[in-house]
């Protein structure tokens, strides 16, 4: 069974920075996309950033330049820096990934961690 778990969210000021982590297990990491989602009250869920098995990164035109994605394959982590943080940056940030179960090795699915919360005070 795949589990995602985010943790590092929290109540900062604006200009503050936080560090998101999201542990898998059950999967085969290093051949999975990873990738960081958000959801603002009463707005849709939008993809902010994504690394793939290889490592090419993506990120949201709204993120660049404050937000970092990065992936360690040995602790099965990836990890969203968040650096000059503003309000609207409020949301539930949501960990998903792409790839195969350990069970399964030649089927990918998609799943998603429980979400962390991000709040950011004027």
């Known amino acids: 069974q795949v589990q995602l778990v985010e943790s590092g969210g929290g109540t900062v000021h604006a200009g503050g920075s936080l560090t998101l982590s999201c542990a898998a297990s059950?999967?085969?990491?290093?051949?999975?996309?990873m990738n960081w989602y958000r959801q603002a009250p009463g707005r849709q869920r939008e993809l902010v950033a994504s690394?793939?098995?290889?490592?090419?990164?993506n990120s949201a035109d709204s993120v660049k330049g404050r937000f970092t994605i990065s992936r360690d394959n040995a602790k099965n982590t990836v990890y969203l820096q968040i650096h000059s943080l503003k309000p609207e940056d409020t949301a539930v940030y949501y960990c998903n990934a792409y790839g195969p179960q350990i069970e399964t090795s030649s089927i990918y699915s998609i799943f998603w961690g429980q979400g962390t919360q991000v709040t950011v005070s004027s």
């Open positions: 059950g999967l085969i990491f290093k051949r999975s996309n």
């Open positions: 690394i793939t098995s290889s490592g090419n990164i």
